[in-house]
């Protein structure tokens, strides 16, 4: 999650690069066209350069390290992609697109796309409704609140490895707490373990993920929740409006840009899930939990197969890009607009 | 104004780019020669803690006493960390001079790549004495590293718990393993851990079984012609698959990892869980560091050969394991090899033995092997009348991994013993 928080970061400031560059394209464009202009106009052009130059100073540092550290990886890990290679020596073996067929007709691989695409309706499907539940209850006034949202908080605060590696241990066979626990009451837990029964294991991944990142999803709702203005409930309730028609009919609609924002990055990171799989199950037992980005690993670094290691880094890139872009269009795309622009559009439908 | 800017900028650019270069320079290691006329020897190994770790530094000091001008740069790391850190070595083309390989497809890799040393003249008393013990590291006759430790696969078992289930001797074939497995069941007690998790621990067993039910020549030529058409292969399959079903195995062992934490296929029969696992060398060792006392199982701890196989072609004898050798980079200093040379001294050998470091490879050394169970390891390895280096260093990792895999979903009852032959088949003629 971080390594999106990351992302995000440098989508934010690659983003104001663009309109930076864009504006100063449209201002270019104005003197480029000849177009018969104020005398003060041409003055200002000194300055528009200045500014010019002092955006591309200030922001130089971080194009630098999206260079070196984003599009260089990106860059190689598609040379890599069309050679046969060992991951020393010279690349000198190509053999063209033969690694993306070895890879999208891998069934291991295409398993772990399944996977994946579980993953991420399934942490929707569950979060969503959870999270909602505890961010409204959490945003009641009680005694204990903030001690209530820490301990929801706390797992996502937790290092993946050591929640994984806990987890691990708690869902061993006979000697796990989970199983000693259920033992207690007569129920057997499986005999190969939870982690241990190909048909349980990704579930029981999911069930650990949701534990994970509960926390997260509560916390966005309720920074969406302190948006939404209290004269809208005060309304509502002298209408005479019970508790579950405000939650219906205001909150949760006004809630809508945090859900969506939230989905994306639940999307994104269950693109992208690697840490919690390599611990608990390493994408076994049988591959029934393996994920695109553990292929790759055990590809790469295992089997020193760099090429169709890389080659399944590309295609995984795509995938999320493809995902991330149409997101963008189709859920986000409102939210992006400017609000009174949103409202003219509303009243032109009514 | 704008002069100042661009200045401002073209410095802040020139300061991140050295930065960051400065960054990457500092990680390539130190000169082999320098001016002054003193020799760095980088000397890369696994022994990164306690007596072992001591060991070695004193070794280098020995060496660097006799021979005047080298200075050895030790870097001691855990053996996981190593070999990342080699993988980024070799790619970097930025390798230590001396170094651990484990020998078959990994070291001709290597050699391809034109980063390993041929110590065949160089080292041609060593491999003398080493002999058959240095078959896995040669290459078309030449020989590329010299092996100090070589271990052979077996069960190690808890003598106790064999007794307490009325199991007076050793299994000798595979029905008697068979029925050991019946009978520690019977008093209550798993019979044998597995770490099938981490795949390798289970596809020993197909190894092993492959190593009984083939003839040597069928062995070798499998090496070397990357063909696993032999029918051999696939009756491999079917006695493993035999022994899944009996399920012998603990619980859980699909998930069970090898040797990480007191749950792992080590940690059940070091703390008495389990009566027996078939592992390397390494066993005792790493069974003791998953005790509380640091002992393991102790007294109780035996070992015994892998079973033989009714009607295999394979000699019973024959055993499966595998080791760890020093190689010498191809740009390193002569000086280099001297040192990889002292290593496999009677002196240097006998302390590595003392100090339970692993199994010496100097015929002189072996009687200072003080562990009765590993005394009684090395009494198989140097019996057998043939060595075979597991499967997954001698194919080499792509193959190696691919049938590891295909063996792991055999333990999970999704494969059989054609896929395995097929899945391995078909990894093989990619590499060819």
Partial sequence: MIRIVAQEVTYVTGAAAETSASQTETARRAVGAGMTEKPQRRRAKPADRRKTLEILFFISPALILIAVFMLLPIIQAVRYSVYNWKGFGPLVDFVGLKNYARVLQNEVFTDAMIHNLIIIGGSIALQLPIGLGIALLLNRKMKVQSLLRTIIFVPYVLSEVIAGVIWFQLLQPQYG??????????????????????????????????????????????????GVPSELYEAAEIDGASWWQIQRKITIPLLGPTLRTWGFLSMIGSLQLFDMVWILTGGGPANSTTTMASFLVSEGTKRQNFGVAAAASVILFIVALILAVSYQQFVLKRDAQPADERIKAKKVKA | MKSTSRTAKILALAATGSLLFSGCASGSSAQSDSADGTTTITWWHNSNNGEGKAYYEKVAKDFEATHEGVHIEIQAMQHEDMLTKLDAAFQSGDAPDVYMERGGGELAAHVAAGLTKDLSELASDEIGFLGDTAGGWQIDGKTYALPYSLGAAGFWYNKALFKKAGIDKAPETWQELLDASTKLKDAGITPISVGAGDKWPAAHYWYYAAVRECAEQTLADSVTNLDFSDQCFVKAGEDVDQLIKAEPFNAGFLSTPAQSGPTSASGLPATGKVAMELAGHWEPGVMQGLTEDGKGLGDDTGWFSFPAIEGGAGNPEAQLGGGDAWAVAQDAPDEAVEFAKYMLSEKVQRGFAELDMGLPTNPKAKDAVADPALASMIDARDKAPYFQLYFDTAFGASIGGAMNDEIALLFAGKSDAQKIVDASQNAADLEK
Wanted: charged share 10%.
């Fill in chain 1, 177 to 226: 707490v989970i199983d000693t626990i259920m033992s207690k009451f007569g129920i057997q837990g499986p005999a190969q373990g939870w982690l241990g029964t190909p048909e349980l294991a990704l579930w029981t991944v999911l069930a650990v993920l949701t534990w994970k990142y509960l926390g997260l999803a509560v916390i966005l709702f309720l920074a969406g929740l302190q």
